[in-house]
């Protein structure tokens, strides 16, 4: 058995949500060089312009798709348009996410609800469309981009944190039910990754932020968001083919 038939992606058609930026950027790049279709998503098509042109850059293959997934329905019509490219869909990184910090007196309900929605509604939709399709096909992976605030939460990200934990628990339950199906359903859960998402607090005080992530792991540092793909392609590969329902930690030790 060669590393290319049980990493390899050809043939397979990805759809990585929140691929724009960050993370979810990293992994649908990592997932194109090994072979696979990418659907990249992002809130609107332009912002998913220069993930799709590092792609093709490489001689991937990408395709867009513009959705904002906090709407009702949204989760599901982001597997319909997906579908709609390669006609399959093989693998589903969940990695958009809605994170306000907020401890619990300064949470507001409209802040609870794009979490709820996002984070929650939009991971349940999606799995409705999608896991019935993966099954039929006798092959499929989910991964999950979860948090270290789902088994060990901050106050300051306490609703987020929360939907987080339950977004494993979905994948559990989920992971149980299709497993005799050869759909194998996991989470990544990062720790503290250097993305755009803490690039507001790392401007406005960058003295401070490294002495908040020199403390935070083992390691002293904060992680980079290519540091998730190795990851997120075993996950979605064959490679991960007797593992489901778990959670693989990347913290810098914690």
């Known amino acids: 058995m060669s590393l290319q038939s049980i990493f390899g992606l050809e043939g397979r058609t990805a759809l990585v949500t929140g691929s724009s930026r960050g993370i ?7 997932l194109a060089d ?13 912002a998913t312009t220069a993930t799709c042109d590092a792609i093709r850059a490489e001689g991937g293959t990408a395709f867009s798709i513009g959705a904002d997934l906090a709407g009702p329905n949204a989760g599901r019509q982001l597997i319909e348009q997906a579908l709609g490219f390669t006609g399959r869909l093989d693998i589903l990184v969940i990695n958009a996410s809605a994170q ?11 802040d609870l609800d794009l ?35 789902q088994s060990r939460p901050k106050s300051i990200v ?64 904060a992680g980079k968001a290519e540091e998730m793909v190795g990851a997120a392609l075993f996950l979605a590969s064959d490679a991960c083919s007797f593992m489901t ?10």
């Open 24 to 30: 979810g950027a990293a992994i649908a790049k990592g």
């Open 34 to 46: 090994a072979g696979a279709s990418v659907i990249v998503h992002g809130q609107s098509k332009d």
């Open 100 to 110: 306000i910090n907020a401890t619990l007196d300064e949470l507001t309900s409209e």
């Open 115 to 149: 979490q709820l929605a996002v984070n929650l509604r939009a991971t349940l939709a999606m799995l409705q469309a999608a896991l019935p399709k993966m099954a039929a096909q006798k092959w499929g992976r989910v991964v999950s981009i979860g948090s270290i605030n």
């Open 158 to 221: 306490t609703a987020y944190a929360a939907t987080k934990a339950a977004q494993h628990n979905i994948i559990q339950s989920q992971a149980r039910d299709f497993a005799k199906h050869n759909v194998l359903l996991n989470t990544l859960a990062p720790g503290l990754i250097d993305t755009d998402r803490n690039a507001d607090r790392k401007q406005a005080d960058p003295e401070g932020w490294q002495r908040y992530a020199a403390g935070l792991n083992w390691m002293g540092r």
């Open 245 to 254: 329902g778990e959670t693989v930690v990347l913290s810098g030790g914690y």
